[in-house]
């Protein structure tokens, strides 16, 4: 599982094809993290996935 914070929203994933195993919480809102707001904040949820799917892409880390 990776994440990846901007702002106030923190988005866990898995990167695999299907986005809706993916959890989206707002941390400002909810900082237990017990709400998913994706339903929501699809566009939100989207966004910080590509962010993820590119980091992915970039980065040098070891990729499970």
Known sequence: TRAVIDGRYKLLSTLGPAADADLLFDLDADPNERV?????????????????LTWRETSTAAKP
Request: hydrophobic fraction near 30%; charged fraction near 35%; proline fraction near 12%.
């Open 36 to 52: 998913d707001p994706r339903t929501a904040e699809p566009d939100t949820a989207a966004q910080l996935r590509e962010q993820l």
